[in-house]
């Protein structure tokens, strides 16, 4: 007997073959298949007589093929397969290209039903590469059809006959995680008509019911699941903190806080004082100094006789953060440490010691910091660094080193509030948006290749006076699947060392570079030895470089807003004017709008919006990361309302009902979707 978690092979009509296609989309189960959803829908129930059909126009024309298609050859790696087909009221000429097959599918004296656009008028019109099936089959053709995202070797056709066998497998099998209360009080349909319409919708208002319906379902599962997560930290009681006088902290720094970063530093204080386990995002943008909040709270901690741990996602990272931090914590009387995987061996032992007794009480590192051999005397506080590039896996390894230590995580990634409190739902939101006095603004220019000398002679100008520059390329290594026109790191590196500037330094980083190769690049290029770094988003976020003043952008268009806007933030870091060029041959308007907004604002804040209202929410650096749940049919730019209302539900429920003794579905269904935090959820 089959269930949801049924290995999709077994699926009758799937078999092995189709099951392992299915996999390359991570689609390996019943579940996962009928969870598959559709991206997009084309209404292919308009049908035609040819004699009808105008030019431009998108429709179904049913015909037969009126002799036997042909097959040519017109050059390497170019087939054409051309036939005529006919009605009671016109002829249709067919053409396809590279899909020699058809030749063999379509047989003379049989009707088809063809989907595609026409070319064409009077007696002259044609289709090329149409959508092509048996007339009456209905599968392709002749009804709203599903758009799902593919990859090599699937075809819609099978992800349509498959979804349709999953869905005839499932029917008996599908239960309602929604309580009837919820669903009624909300006017939402029964999930096997969501489902059912979602894929194969018979028109634009079964469609419109069944994602009404399955969104809601998506989001009140994921606001009841956040919700007991903060209900259980609520639960945790820890030894509060004293209030801790602040005034010789201020005092030490050499420069004023800015008001939302004291009001950050607050929210922080009065979390450490609460007596329950803090679990705090900061956020801000590229510069807006959260550092300090978390060199803050350390220091709160430190005077309530608790360790620190700060964890950062590189070496060279970690280490800034010791030459910043380190010695301003030291004038204050609190013993740091820098803890790397490069830490030699004698070192380590010593600072491995020191821990375990407690005489260093802020320890600053790398994953060395969650090795099985590190113990702490008493860990109270952990700061993550750069929060989406740790898993929540990671970030658990270092909080299991103490008893329920309070956690502050940093992200100089600006994201709409709205969209924080899911990408980060177990989480408390200090925002600091507005950035230190002497930061300085970065022009920004979206140009075309067409300025690619002038760039060139401006990026050496700045370097002859004694600057240095970033450029940034969307890939490593060159690859067939893609255009030409994407810059490859290396490749892109050697052109511009041998043809551009065959008189500068220039080095070249990428992700799949060793950690100490990286490591040993990004020190070269900080300290001024390089004078040009090719580089892919690794820099994104990185080390400081108050020298470097230009940052070109390769094939801008491949980045979203979000992160075009974090890169920017590597150059302007010093009391150099400093530059940003986006370069882009791409003609579509909405990508020179997009372009468009870099130029207009550096407010991070203000860009995130932009991003998220001009291409979704998509998923802004993968959710996985943080344990929670990818959303499959919830689109934040359009669906805030259902979101609020899916909210309210959830809290109206959990206030009846804590436990959810009465709705078991619904309690599985939230510890299946937060699998990897399935102990916090029980």
Do not use: W
Not at 157 to 162: A, D, E, P
Not at 562 to 582: D, E, P, W
Not at 610 to 624: H, K
Request: glycine share 8%; aromatic share 6%.
């Amino acid at each position: 007997m089959a269930d949801l978690t049924t290995d999709v092979r077994y699926i009758k009509g799937i078999g092995e073959q189709r099951a392992k296609a299915l996999g390359k989309l991570h689609i390996a189960t019943l579940r996962d298949l009928i969870s598959y959803f559709p991206r997009a829908y084309e209404d292919r129930s308009v049908r035609k007589a040819i004699r009808d059909l105008t030019d431009g126009e998108t429709v179904c024309v049913e015909a037969m093929v009126a002799a036997p298609p042909t097959l040519s050859r017109v050059r390497k790696g170019l087939e054409l397969v051309k036939l005529r087909v006919v009605d009671s009221t016109g002829t249709l000429d067919i053409t396809f290209f590279n899909q020699a097959y058809q030749r063999d599918n379509l047989h003379t004296g049989e009707t088809y039903t063809f989907y595609g656009k026409i070319e064409g008028t009077g007696r002259r019109k044609q289709m090329v590469n149409p959508i092509v099936e048996r007339e009456g089959a209905h599968v392709l053709t002749g009804r709203i059809a599903p758009i799902y995202p593919l990859t090599a070797g699937i075809t819609q056709s099978l992800l349509v006959k498959s979804i349709q066998q999953g869905l005839a497998a499932c029917r008996d099998l599908l239960e309602d995680p929604l309580p009837d209360e919820v669903r009624r009080d909300h006017n939402l349909c029964h999930i096997h008509y969501a489902y059912d319409h979602v894929h194969f919708p018979e028109s634009q208002e079964t469609l419109a019911i069944a994602r009404r319906r399955l969104v809601f379902e998506e989001l009140f599962l994921l606001a009841i699941g956040l919700k007991k997560l903060r209900n259980r930290r609520a639960a945790v009681a820890v030894p509060p903190c004293t209030q801790t006088d602040l005034s010789p902290f201020y005092a030490a720094l050499p420069f004023s806080l800015t008001l939302a970063q004291r009001r950050a530093i607050g929210e922080t204080l009065s979390d450490l004082t609460s007596g329950r386990p803090m679990n705090r995002l900061v956020q801000g943008d590229v510069g807006s100094g959260k550092t300090m909040v978390a060199a803050a709270a350390l220091y709160c901690a430190a005077q309530n006789g608790l360790q620190g741990a700060l964890m950062a996602p590189t070496e060279i990272l970690a280490e800034q953060h010791y030459r910043g931090l380190g010695p301003l914590l030291e004038g204050l009387g609190v013993r740091c440490a820098l803890l790397t995987g490069s830490t030699p061996a004698r070192q380590r032992r010593s600072i491995l010691e020191q821990l375990a007794t407690g005489e260093i009480q802020v320890v600053i590192g790398t994953h060395a910091l969650i090795s099985g051999d590190v113990t702490y005397c008493r860990l109270g506080l952990v700061v993550t660094d750069e929060q989406h590039r740790f898993g929540v896996g990671q970030r658990s390894a270092l909080s299991a080193k103490g008893e329920n230590p309070h956690l502050l995580v940093m992200s100089a990634t600006p994201i709409p509030r709205t969209l924080a409190l899911i990408i980060y739902g177990d989480l408390d939101v200090s925002v600091i948006d507005e950035l230190p006095p002497g930061r300085q603004k970065v022009d920004t220019f979206a140009v075309d290749s067409s300025y690619r000398q002038r760039i060139y002679a401006f990026i050496r100008k700045l370097i002859q006076e004694g600057r240095q520059a970033y450029v940034i390329c969307p890939m490593v290594e060159g690859n067939d699947a893609f255009p030409d026109d994407r810059k490859a790191v290396t490749a892109y590196a050697k052109a511009l060392q041998e043809q551009v500037f065959p008189d500068l330094k220039i080095g070249y980083v990428h992700g799949k570079m060793k950690p100490k190769e990286k490591d040993a690049v990004m020190a070269a290029f900080s300290g001024g030895e390089t004078d040009i770094l090719v580089s892919t988003t690794v820099v994104e976020v990185g080390v400081d470089v108050p020298n470097a003043a230009v940052m070109l952008i390769e094939n801008a268009e491949r980045f979203g807003l979000s992160q075009l806007h974090q890169l920017r933030g590597r150059v302007g870091r010093g009391q150099h004017k400093s530059y940003c060029i986006l370069l882009s041959d791409n003609q579509n308007p909405e990508t020179r709008e997009r372009l468009k907004v870099m130029t207009r604002t550096s407010d991070g804040f203000r860009i995130a919006e932009e991003d998220l209202r001009l291409r979704g929410p998509g998923d802004f650096f993968g959710q996985r990361q943080h344990g929670l749940p990818a959303m499959k049919i919830a689109d934040l730019s359009c669906d805030m309302a259902l979101l609020q209302e899916a909210q309210q539900a959830a809290a109206d429920l959990l206030a009846r009902d804590p436990q959810l003794t009465a709705c078991p579905l619904t309690a599985r269904r939230v510890r299946e979707l937060f699998d990897e935090n399935r102990d916090a959820l029980n």
